[in-house]
């Protein structure tokens, strides 16, 4: 646990401008990047029967297909993950069903196609240029500083972060898994511009109460018997050097908290913190 080996797959190699913050902050904690399309055939995770990289980072939502043998669809990074692999991976809306599918291996699924988070009181304008309310700002992080650490896994530690992009849900029998980031009281999950309709007649709320408010995911993390981890963020946006370098307004030019959370959650994402291990491990014959 805790290796840094980690292997970066991408839609384009766009990406690694468009996030460079990111990448450069687990750059300096160590990490050896490796940086391949998603589509490429030349992707090996394992050789001679050797797992090659410690983590995955997968952002490629928009790839449909893996033509490297290593990979061999979904199949290919569950196995990774049950070697002891960690990965991090975010979608987005219109991600392929690829995408989708490697969420499902561990429990987790995205939101149905075509939804996309709204937020009509909660937003960031600056971010939110379609004027559809799709940049949600929400404080709903977990407040457990293994994870997120001492600052942002505290109340008040850390700014509000701003998320764009898909919901994210943990099937009811996943008890490995626990959200990360959820939405504010006033973010829901729907497809935009059709009609919500109410999931119970008798009900005022205009959706299930499953994809709205605080019981919405935006970001899950879910930790294997292995002690393997997986994070899945329905926002690739999330990264971004635009979201993290955003100003809230009326902060006097207080950035949101991107940032901090993005590269704290990846430190216990790819196991360098929070890893239970046993030392001064001594033993003696039961007679004494």
């Known amino acids: 646990m805790g290796g840094k080996r980690t292997l970066v797959l991408l839609d384009t190699f766009t990406t690694i401008e468009t996030h460079s913050l990111f990448f ?6 160590g990490h050896e990047l490796t ?32 033509t490297s043998l290593s ?6 990074i569950v196995a990774f993950v049950e070697g002891g692999g960690n990965v991090l991976m975010a979608g987005e809306k219109g991600m392929s069903d690829l995408t989708r599918e490697i969420a499902g291996e561990f429990g987790v699924e995205f939101e149905k196609k075509r939804s996309v988070v709204q937020d009509h009181f909660s937003y960031a304008p600056g971010l939110d240029v379609s004027g559809r309310h799709w940049a949600v700002v929400s404080d709903g992080l977990v407040r457990n500083e ?16 701003v998320f764009k992009g898909v919901g994210v849900t943990v099937e009811s029998e996943n008890v490995l898994a626990f959200p990360i980031l959820t939405g504010a009281s006033s973010t829901y999950s729907a497809v935009p511009n059709k009609e919500i309709i109410s999931s119970t007649a008798a009900s005022s709320f205009p959706m299930s109460l499953a994809n709205a408010g605080k019981a919405l995911g935006l970001i899950v993390a879910v930790q294997a018997r292995n002690n393997a981890r997986v994070i899945v963020s329905g926002s690739l946006d999330f990264f971004s050097d635009a979201f993290f370098e955003h100003q809230l307004e009326g902060t006097g030019g207080k950035k949101v908290g991107n940032e901090l959370v993005a590269q704290e959650m990846s430190k216990w994402g790819l196991g360098e913190r929070g890893i239970l291990r046993a030392t001064n491990v001594t033993h003696h014959r039961a007679d004494g």
């Open 71 to 76: 990979l061999d669809g979904a199949e290919g």
């Open 146 to 161: 293994k994870v997120l650490g001492r600052d942002a896994g505290r109340k008040g530690g850390v700014s509000p972060v």
């Open 24 to 29: 450069s902050g687990l750059a300096g904690r």
């Open 35 to 66: 940086y391949f399309l998603a589509s490429s055939p030349d992707v090996l995770l394992s050789k001679y029967g050797e797992p090659l990289y410690d983590n995955l980072i997968f952002f490629a939502p928009g790839t449909s297909e893996f």
